[in-house]
């Protein structure tokens, strides 16, 4: 069972209890804060509670001994999760994200430890060679992170992303292996 402990978070594999508190935050919380910064452009299907565990469940690992997903939690609270998913496995290219619901923990460095501990242990236990993450050009926060962990920008699409009526670009960022082994070093 992976349990990887941070200064102010932990991430973990899931229990069916931290399913159902992500289900709250997902499906159930009023005002779905996180849902206008992460991915607004992309429609999401309503699970109902058993669904959403299967679909979680049924995640493929990454590579033996690595989930694809892992909990956020922060004052024994499901928080959010971090998630990874292969752009191309033949070229060892992994897509990542992460989600911080509670907005209680937001802008406290809880989203740039999580991010930098799940980067960290993808680099760790795999052999991948680049790892990188979407956004949007209106959700500067996750830009701002993901820079400060070394990511760079490396596509800018403009305005291919529609949010509230209004056109942004989309963002491609990303870490290769030879720059996180020179940053952590």
Known sequence: MVNIIGD??????ASTAQLDELYYWRFEEKRQEAKKWNGPYIP?????????????????SIASGVPASLIITAD?????????YWVDQNT????TGIVIYDTAYWNGGYGTEAYRLWIDFLFE?????????????????????AQRLGMKEEARI????MVEGEYYDAIKMGILREEWIVQCK
């Open 76 to 84: 024994e609270k499901t928080i959010g999760y971090v998630g990874a």
């Open 158 to 161: 403009r305005k291919a992303r």
């Open 125 to 145: 236990f795999t052999d991948l060679h680049r790892l990188g993450m979407s956004t949007w050009s209106g959700n500067d926060r996750m830009m701002k992170v």
């Open 8 to 13: 102010k978070i932990r991430l973990t594999q």
């Open 92 to 95: 060892s290219w992994l897509e």
């Open 44 to 60: 999401e299907t309503r699970l109902n509670k058993e669904q959403h565990r299967e679909k979680w469940l049924e995640e493929e």
